[in-house]
Each structure stands twice: as structure tokens, then as C-alpha cells.
């Protein structure tokens, strides 16, 4: 079975012990293809990994590919594609998950990943893309208007919720309990991360279990 990281956000570096989980998991590293999640929002043709925070991370984690690819309307579907059949390493980033998931579905992306073999990492929007299922708030001011709820590409049977400025005196009000009572909740605080391999589920940082709304703080086992 493949192996997957959801990671909220890092403000700086990726915590040692985390970075010494992906040496492990990480062998192979010819290819490192990342997808965008603001695809629109380009203005040149040149890439500037320097300017991509979750390359960043991997680069300052000695984590180095021999080729590094970056996914958005820059690049054409088949290509796109391709790239990603040949990945090692593939990295949904963070931004905007709206963008992003309609992004994969334009470009045919998800199926062509669950068939990968390669390890696959998101952060933030594209940790909630790459979920079975997140929600999504609408608000304006202080009024929470209505939600959606998006499927994403689904690796893991489960809903992931991540956000640098959500914590537990947030999830705790219930905006996810209705979600919760159809499928499992992972709501992750900032400076988290959740490795999923062969099946199994371990946990870095602040995060909690919603289910049939009741949360619990789940314990460190990464």
C-alpha cells in the first residue's frame, strides 16, 4: 500500500522527527511533482521553487529529486499526466482547495494518482483534497451563512479538517459534528501532521478524532 502525509501548516522548518519519518519512507527521490492550489494565479513562465513554501521544507529536510515539476495552467493536461505516472514524491500544496479540486478534476489528476505508487503528501488544501471528504464554511462577518462539502480524491476513508487559525476551542463548538456523524473527522491543528501506511494511522502535533460528534485529542505515535 502506498504511504501518505496530511500535514496542516509549518511555519518554518519540518519538525526532526517528521523528517526523519519521510527519509525513511522516502527512497526513491528522481522525481518531485507538486500541484498547485492556486493554478490561476501565475504571471511568468519560470517556476521559482525558492518561493514555494512546502518545497522549502523538503529542500531544508535534505530531501533532494533529481527532477522537480510543478503542476498548474502553466503545464498541459497530458503532460500533467504524465509526470505524475513517473513521480516519486507527489505534493498537493496548500491555498485554495476550491481551485484545487476543480483543478484535479479538470485535468483528469485523481485517478492517475491512486494508481501511483508514489509516497503522496499534501499540506492544508491539498491535505483536505486528498481526504475522502472536508467541508467547506461560507461566511460573511461574524454569521456562518451555510457550508459544502466536497469530496476529495479519497486515499483514506475519512474527513480531514486543517486550518492555521481553527483549533480545538474551534472544532469544539460542533461546525463539524454534522459531517462527523457520516464519517470520521481528522481536525488537525497548526504544526501537525498524520502519516497514513499500510492502513495504519499515526499522528504528530495537535490533532483530534470527531466522530458521531464527540472529539478526542488523539495521542502522539509519529
Not at 25 to 33: E, F
Not at 84 to 107: H, K, M, R, T, W
Not at 169 to 193: C, H, M, N, R, W
Amino acid at each position: 500500500m502506498c504511504t501518505h502525509y496530511y500535514f496542516s501548516w509549518f511555519n518554518d522548518f519540518l519538525p526532526e522527527r517528521l523528517v526523519q519519518c519521510l527519509h525513511e519512507d522516502i527512497q526513491d527521490r528522481q522525481s518531485l511533482v507538486m500541484i498547485s492550489a492556486q493554478p490561476s494565479d501565475y504571471e511568468s513562465e519560470q517556476i521559482n521553487f525558492d518561493d514555494i513554501s512546502e518545497w522549502t521544507w523538503l529542500n531544508q529536510a535534505n530531501l533532494i529529486f533529481d527532477e522537480y515539476h510543478f503542476i498548474d495552467y502553466r503545464m498541459q493536461k497530458e503532460e500533467a499526466q504524465r509526470f505524475l505516472q513517473n513521480a516519486s514524491v507527489i505534493f498537493l500544496c496548500g491555498g485554495d482547495p476550491v481551485q484545487q479540486n476543480d483543478f484535479l478534476a479538470e485535468y483528469e489528476l485523481s485517478d492517475v494518482m491512486k494508481n501511483s505508487d508514489a509516497v503522496i503528501m499534501g499540506a492544508s488544501a491539498g491535505a483536505l483534497n486528498m481526504a475522502a471528504q472536508w467541508l467547506r464554511l461560507i461566511n460573511t462577518g461574524y454569521e456562518v451563512e451555510t457550508s459544502i462539502i466536497y469530496d476529495g480524491i479519497g486515499f483514506d476513508h475519512f474527513a480531514y479538517e486543517s486550518h492555521s487559525k481553527r483549533d480545538y476551542a474551534t472544532f469544539v463548538q460542533g461546525y463539524l459534528f454534522p459531517l462527523s456523524e457520516k464519517i470520521d473527522v481528522y481536525a488537525a491543528e497548526q504544526e501537525s501532521a498524520m502519516r497514513v501506511k499500510d492502513g495504519k494511522i499515526e499522528i504528530m502535533g495537535p490533532v483530534y478524532l470527531i466522530s458521531r460528534s464527540k472529539i478526542q485529542k488523539l495521542v502522539e505515535t509519529l
